[in-house]
Protein backbone atom coordinates (compact mmCIF):
# COMPACT_ATOMS: atom_id res chain seq x y z
CA UNK A 1 0.00 0.00 0.00
CA UNK A 2 1.01 3.55 -0.99
CA UNK A 3 1.55 5.97 1.80
CA UNK A 4 1.29 9.82 0.88
CA UNK A 5 3.76 11.86 2.65
CA UNK A 6 2.09 14.48 4.69
CA UNK A 7 4.06 17.86 4.11
CA UNK A 8 4.04 20.03 7.81
CA UNK A 9 2.83 24.06 7.03
CA UNK A 10 3.30 26.88 9.20
CA UNK A 11 -0.17 27.67 10.92
CA UNK A 12 -2.39 30.21 9.39
CA UNK A 13 -4.33 33.42 11.45
CA UNK A 14 -6.85 34.22 9.62
CA UNK A 15 -7.48 38.05 8.59
CA UNK A 16 -9.08 39.33 11.60
CA UNK A 17 -6.08 37.53 13.73
CA UNK A 18 -3.82 39.56 11.48
CA UNK A 19 -5.16 42.50 11.93
CA UNK A 20 -5.19 41.98 15.41
CA UNK A 21 -1.44 41.06 15.67
CA UNK A 22 -0.99 44.22 13.52
CA UNK A 23 -2.73 46.23 16.36
CA UNK A 24 -0.51 44.76 18.61
CA UNK A 25 2.57 45.51 16.44
CA UNK A 26 1.49 49.20 15.97
CA UNK A 27 2.12 49.67 19.51
CA UNK A 28 5.69 47.78 19.40
CA UNK A 29 6.75 50.54 16.39
CA UNK A 30 5.19 53.26 18.27
CA UNK A 31 6.98 52.44 21.27
CA UNK A 32 10.45 52.07 19.42
CA UNK A 33 10.03 55.52 17.60
CA UNK A 34 9.80 56.88 21.30
CA UNK A 35 12.99 55.27 22.16
CA UNK A 36 14.72 56.61 19.42
CA UNK A 37 13.52 60.14 19.77
CA UNK A 38 14.64 60.62 22.83
CA UNK A 39 17.70 58.74 23.27
CA UNK A 40 20.91 60.67 23.81
CA UNK A 41 24.22 60.47 25.32
CA UNK A 42 23.98 60.44 29.22
CA UNK A 43 20.80 59.06 29.43
CA UNK A 44 20.90 54.69 30.91
CA UNK A 45 19.40 51.47 28.53
CA UNK A 46 17.00 51.57 32.34
CA UNK A 47 15.65 55.18 31.28
CA UNK A 48 14.55 53.79 27.34
CA UNK A 49 12.83 51.08 29.65
CA UNK A 50 10.83 53.42 31.75
CA UNK A 51 9.92 55.09 28.25
CA UNK A 52 9.28 51.90 26.74
CA UNK A 53 6.89 50.50 29.33
CA UNK A 54 4.95 53.90 29.60
CA UNK A 55 4.47 53.95 25.92
CA UNK A 56 3.23 50.19 25.86
CA UNK A 57 0.99 50.81 28.85
CA UNK A 58 -0.92 53.79 27.95
CA UNK A 59 -1.86 52.28 24.67
CA UNK A 60 -3.80 49.51 26.86
CA UNK A 61 -1.43 47.11 25.99
CA UNK A 62 1.16 44.84 28.19
CA UNK A 63 5.24 44.30 27.97
CA UNK A 64 5.24 40.85 26.49
CA UNK A 65 9.45 40.92 27.49
CA UNK A 66 8.58 41.71 31.17
CA UNK A 67 8.81 38.57 32.92
CA UNK A 68 8.97 36.67 30.22
CA UNK A 69 11.36 33.57 31.42
CA UNK A 70 12.48 36.11 34.48
CA UNK A 71 13.23 38.91 32.23
CA UNK A 72 13.46 41.88 34.09
CA UNK A 73 13.00 44.73 31.29
CA UNK A 74 9.64 45.83 28.94
CA UNK A 75 12.83 45.58 25.80
CA UNK A 76 16.04 44.38 25.25
CA UNK A 77 18.90 46.78 25.17
CA UNK A 78 21.92 46.17 23.82
CA UNK A 79 24.71 48.61 22.97
CA UNK A 80 27.57 48.36 20.58
CA UNK A 81 29.17 44.33 20.98
CA UNK A 82 25.83 42.81 22.68
CA UNK A 83 24.09 41.27 20.00
CA UNK A 84 20.76 40.69 22.02
CA UNK A 85 18.90 40.41 24.95
CA UNK A 86 20.88 42.77 27.04
CA UNK A 87 19.37 43.78 29.98
CA UNK A 88 18.27 47.68 31.13
CA UNK A 89 20.02 49.14 33.87
CA UNK A 90 20.85 52.01 35.39
CA UNK A 91 24.63 51.33 35.23
CA UNK A 92 24.55 51.32 31.14
CA UNK A 93 25.36 54.86 29.69
CA UNK A 94 24.69 55.87 26.28
CA UNK A 95 27.56 57.82 24.65
CA UNK A 96 28.12 59.79 22.15
CA UNK A 97 28.75 57.14 18.80
CA UNK A 98 27.11 54.12 20.60
CA UNK A 99 25.23 51.82 18.54
CA UNK A 100 21.78 50.48 20.23
CA UNK A 101 19.56 47.55 19.72
CA UNK A 102 16.12 47.73 20.70
CA UNK A 103 13.76 44.52 20.78
CA UNK A 104 10.56 45.23 21.66
CA UNK A 105 7.39 43.33 22.31
CA UNK A 106 3.39 44.31 23.14
CA UNK A 107 0.38 42.19 24.11
CA UNK A 108 -2.80 43.55 23.12
CA UNK A 109 -6.17 41.47 23.49
CA UNK A 110 -3.85 38.45 23.93
CA UNK A 111 -2.20 38.98 20.37
CA UNK A 112 1.63 39.55 20.36
CA UNK A 113 3.62 41.82 18.58
CA UNK A 114 7.34 42.38 18.34
CA UNK A 115 10.10 44.23 16.25
CA UNK A 116 13.37 45.42 16.61
CA UNK A 117 15.68 47.93 14.91
CA UNK A 118 19.32 50.11 15.86
CA UNK A 119 20.39 53.08 15.88
CA UNK A 120 22.92 55.79 16.58
CA UNK A 121 23.31 57.63 19.41
CA UNK A 122 23.72 61.40 18.37
CA UNK A 123 27.09 61.40 15.62
CA UNK A 124 28.03 57.71 14.87
CA UNK A 125 30.94 57.15 12.52
CA UNK A 126 30.51 56.39 8.58
CA UNK A 127 31.31 52.38 8.85
CA UNK A 128 28.96 52.16 11.30
CA UNK A 129 26.31 53.62 9.83
CA UNK A 130 26.90 51.97 6.96
CA UNK A 131 26.56 48.82 8.91
CA UNK A 132 23.45 49.70 10.39
CA UNK A 133 21.74 50.77 7.15
CA UNK A 134 22.91 47.52 5.36
CA UNK A 135 21.53 45.31 8.19
CA UNK A 136 18.16 47.06 7.56
CA UNK A 137 18.85 46.39 4.24
CA UNK A 138 19.15 42.37 4.78
CA UNK A 139 15.73 41.97 7.04
CA UNK A 140 13.60 44.56 4.55
CA UNK A 141 15.38 42.42 1.09
CA UNK A 142 14.99 38.93 3.09
CA UNK A 143 11.37 39.44 3.77
CA UNK A 144 10.14 39.44 0.44
CA UNK A 145 10.65 35.78 0.51
CA UNK A 146 7.53 35.39 2.68
CA UNK A 147 4.70 34.58 0.30
CA UNK A 148 2.54 31.49 0.69
CA UNK A 149 4.23 28.13 -1.13
CA UNK A 150 7.59 28.99 -0.58
CA UNK A 151 9.19 26.87 2.50
CA UNK A 152 10.80 28.06 5.79
CA UNK A 153 14.24 27.91 4.79
CA UNK A 154 13.25 30.16 1.45
CA UNK A 155 13.41 33.01 4.03
CA UNK A 156 16.88 31.87 5.55
CA UNK A 157 18.26 31.96 2.27
CA UNK A 158 17.05 34.55 1.16
CA UNK A 159 18.08 36.81 4.38
CA UNK A 160 21.71 34.83 3.67
CA UNK A 161 21.95 36.31 -0.13
CA UNK A 162 20.62 39.41 1.27
CA UNK A 163 23.42 39.46 3.62
CA UNK A 164 26.40 39.00 0.60
CA UNK A 165 24.55 41.48 -1.58
CA UNK A 166 24.86 44.04 1.48
CA UNK A 167 28.35 43.62 1.56
CA UNK A 168 28.41 44.91 -1.72
CA UNK A 169 26.06 47.30 -1.35
CA UNK A 170 27.11 48.94 1.45
CA UNK A 171 30.94 48.17 1.41
CA UNK A 172 31.09 46.63 4.36
CA UNK A 173 31.97 43.03 5.49
CA UNK A 174 29.17 41.56 7.33
CA UNK A 175 29.04 38.37 10.09
CA UNK A 176 25.62 36.35 10.22
CA UNK A 177 25.68 35.64 14.32
CA UNK A 178 25.52 31.84 14.40
CA UNK A 179 22.66 30.03 16.53
CA UNK A 180 20.33 32.87 17.01
CA UNK A 181 16.93 33.86 14.41
CA UNK A 182 13.42 34.43 14.05
CA UNK A 183 10.48 32.38 15.15
CA UNK A 184 7.01 31.59 14.95
CA UNK A 185 4.76 34.21 16.72
CA UNK A 186 0.86 34.91 17.68
CA UNK A 187 -0.60 34.20 20.74
CA UNK A 188 2.61 33.33 22.64
CA UNK A 189 5.98 35.45 21.37
CA UNK A 190 7.95 32.11 20.94
CA UNK A 191 6.15 30.00 18.33
CA UNK A 192 7.35 26.72 16.22
CA UNK A 193 9.53 27.61 14.03
CA UNK A 194 12.46 28.42 14.52
CA UNK A 195 13.97 30.34 11.70
CA UNK A 196 17.72 31.01 10.95
CA UNK A 197 19.12 33.49 8.92
CA UNK A 198 21.23 31.30 6.57
CA UNK A 199 20.75 28.52 4.73
CA UNK A 200 19.88 26.26 1.70
CA UNK A 201 16.09 26.88 0.01
CA UNK A 202 13.60 24.53 -0.51
CA UNK A 203 13.61 23.17 3.29
CA UNK A 204 11.36 22.65 6.17
CA UNK A 205 7.70 23.80 6.46
CA UNK A 206 5.73 25.35 3.85
CA UNK A 207 4.74 28.84 3.91
CA UNK A 208 0.58 28.91 3.98
CA UNK A 209 -1.37 32.27 3.58
CA UNK A 210 -1.90 33.86 6.99
CA UNK A 211 1.38 32.17 8.52
CA UNK A 212 3.31 34.42 10.59
CA UNK A 213 6.87 35.10 11.31
CA UNK A 214 9.22 37.23 13.54
CA UNK A 215 12.37 37.32 10.80
CA UNK A 216 15.22 39.34 12.72
CA UNK A 217 18.79 39.31 11.09
CA UNK A 218 21.55 39.65 13.43
CA UNK A 219 24.73 40.91 12.15
CA UNK A 220 28.18 41.96 12.80
CA UNK A 221 30.59 44.21 11.92
CA UNK A 222 34.31 42.91 10.48
CA UNK A 223 32.66 39.32 8.94
CA UNK A 224 32.03 36.02 11.47
CA UNK A 225 32.74 36.10 15.06
CA UNK A 226 32.51 34.29 17.71
CA UNK A 227 29.20 35.07 20.38
CA UNK A 228 28.54 34.10 24.57
CA UNK A 229 26.44 34.46 26.63
CA UNK A 230 27.28 36.59 29.67
CA UNK A 231 26.88 35.31 33.12
CA UNK A 232 23.21 36.77 33.99
CA UNK A 233 22.73 34.33 31.55
CA UNK A 234 20.59 36.67 29.06
CA UNK A 235 22.89 39.53 27.23
CA UNK A 236 24.86 37.68 24.22
CA UNK A 237 28.27 39.34 23.47
CA UNK A 238 30.96 38.77 20.57
CA UNK A 239 33.78 37.59 21.71
CA UNK A 240 36.22 39.97 20.41
CA UNK A 241 34.40 43.28 20.82
CA UNK A 242 32.75 43.69 17.27
CA UNK A 243 29.90 45.85 16.56
CA UNK A 244 26.45 44.21 15.81
CA UNK A 245 23.10 45.21 14.65
CA UNK A 246 19.81 43.55 15.17
CA UNK A 247 17.07 44.51 12.96
CA UNK A 248 13.10 42.81 13.25
CA UNK A 249 9.49 42.88 11.47
CA UNK A 250 6.29 40.47 12.35
CA UNK A 251 5.22 39.24 8.64
CA UNK A 252 2.92 37.58 7.42
CA UNK A 253 2.33 35.85 4.53
CA UNK A 254 -0.67 37.11 2.08
CA UNK A 255 -2.13 36.68 -1.23
CA UNK A 256 -0.98 40.24 -1.92
CA UNK A 257 2.64 39.63 -0.89
CA UNK A 258 4.44 40.02 2.37
CA UNK A 259 2.70 41.98 5.48
CA UNK A 260 4.24 43.71 8.01
CA UNK A 261 2.49 43.70 11.21
CA UNK A 262 4.75 46.19 12.89
CA UNK A 263 4.54 48.86 10.67
CA UNK A 264 6.79 52.04 11.60
CA UNK A 265 3.97 55.15 10.11
Known amino acids: MAFRKRTKKIPAKTPGELDAMQAAGEIVAR ?17 LDVI ?16 YHGFPGSICASVNDVIVHG ?5 TVLEDGDLVSIDCGAILDGWVGDSAWSFGVDEISEDVDKFNRATEFVLLEGLKAMVPGARLTDVSHALETATRAAEQKFDVTLGIVDGY ?13 YLANEGRAGRGPIIQEGSVLAIEPMLTLGGEVDSAVLDDDWTVVTLDGSYSSHWEHTVAATAQGPRILTPRK
Request: no cysteine; net charge negative.
Open 87 to 91: IPDAQ
Open 31 to 47: TLQEIKAQATAGMSTLD
Open 52 to 67: AEEVIRDAGATPAFLG
Open 181 to 193: GGHGIGRAMHEDP
